[in-house]
């Protein structure tokens, strides 16, 4: 019996710590309703290279951006390919295929992400929360290595960051300033049309 028990206590002993291990490996996330929690899974996003899943955690204006984009380019790479000549069609659909491809916001972001170099500047200065600072709806996400992140709480309680929502909405603008030059261009070339 002893030498049941002498066999047996180290395996009981392995078994605690490696459960223990695993448990301090594998802490969950701090809730998306914190921008801690949001930050997180942004940073876990572009560790495991899926950008597409830190769509989520950009703030609101950023989402509606990138889905503008999306049906703006839509609307114009269908209005070329049905009224622009064949000659002057081609270099405009290569240019936004993939804008217009996408099945929605989240993938026009990854596509402008990657493009742009965007999550190549969050792989490099990703790092751990050291402070959070929040007024009201707003916050800032201060890291180990002094980089700082604003976040704007979102009305569904989830905090999205603010980095990218200029660009996006500068290219949604300019998305639509194109269909509007396509559209009346489309106009012309079906005037012509015998």
Do not use: C
């Not at 503008?68 to 009224?83: F, H, N, Q, W």
């Not at 976040?151 to 300033?177: C, K, P, S, V």
């Not at 509007?180 to 106009?187: H, L």
């Amino acid at each position: 019996m002893r030498r049941w028990l002498l066999f047996a206590l180290p395996v009981v002993v392995a078994l605690v710590v490696a459960v223990g291990a695993r448990s301090i490996n594998h802490r969950p996330f701090p809730p998306d309703t914190t921008p801690e929690g949001a930050y997180a899974r942004i940073a876990f996003s572009i560790e495991q290279r899926r950008p597409r899943d830190a769509f989520a955690y950009l703030e609101t204006e950023a989402q509606w951006a990138a889905y503008t984009i999306l049906e703006m380019r839509k609307k114009a790479y269908d209005r070329v390919s049905g009224s622009y000549p064949p000659d002057q069609r081609a270099a405009l659909l290569s240019s936004w295929r993939d804008e217009a491809a996408g099945p929605d916001g989240a993938d026009v972001f990854a596509l402008l992400a990657a493009q742009r170099g965007w999550i190549g500047r969050l792989d490099r200065d990703l790092s751990g929360v050291v402070h959070v600072d929040v007024r009201g709806e707003r916050a800032t996400v201060v890291t180990s290595r002094g980089t700082r992140y604003s976040f704007r709480r979102r009305d569904n309680g989830i905090w999205g960051m603010t980095m990218f929502t200029a660009e996006l909405q500068a290219e949604a603008e300019r998305a639509t300033r194109d269909l509007e030059v396509v559209n009346r261009a489309a106009e012309d070339y079906d005037r012509a049309k015998p």
